[in-house]
């Protein structure tokens, strides 16, 4: 939403240099239990299951969906997540790697119930 209302419909042009920072501090939990029961029975993990974690494939669908050409960084923070992610987009803006920075505050529940996600458009004065 906070990219529609700045851009619309999308995708930005090319050269937008938007990162997405994507920001858990418990991460991809169904994930890792899964990755441990797999191993504690014997199994294997195949190498694409590490690719496919839920936060990361939000992060990757975002990205390809709204043209984002920036960096793409994952935090699992263990203070404060907001300030952690905010200061990691300061400093992809601050070394000019990025234009802009879509930070994404995620949390997956652990029970099957629906988590939280909060997302801003941080940087070329705005605060979406």
């Known amino acids: 939403r ?3 209302r700045r851009y619309g419909d999308g995708p930005l042009p090319p050269g937008n240099r938007t990162a997405v920072v994507l920001v858990s501090a418990g991460g991809d939990t169904s994930g890792a239990a899964h990755v441990r029961a797999t191993v504690d029975a014997g199994g294997r993990i195949g190498p694409l299951f590490f690719f496919q ?10 990205a390809a969906r709204w043209g984002l050409d920036g960096p793409v960084v994952c935090l699992s923070p263990t203070g404060d997540p907001r300030a952690e ?9 601050y070394d000019g790697d990025a234009a802009q920075a879509l930070l994404i505050l995620i949390e997956l529940a652990p029970d099957g119930t629906p988590g939280e996600a909060t997302a ?8 979406q």
């Open 53 to 62: 974690s839920v936060p990361n494939s939000v992060a990757g669908h975002v």
């Open 85 to 93: 992610g905010e200061a990691e987009a300061d400093l992809l803006l």
């Open 2 to 4: 906070c990219l529609a």
């Open 120 to 127: 801003v458009l941080l940087g070329e004065g705005t605060r």
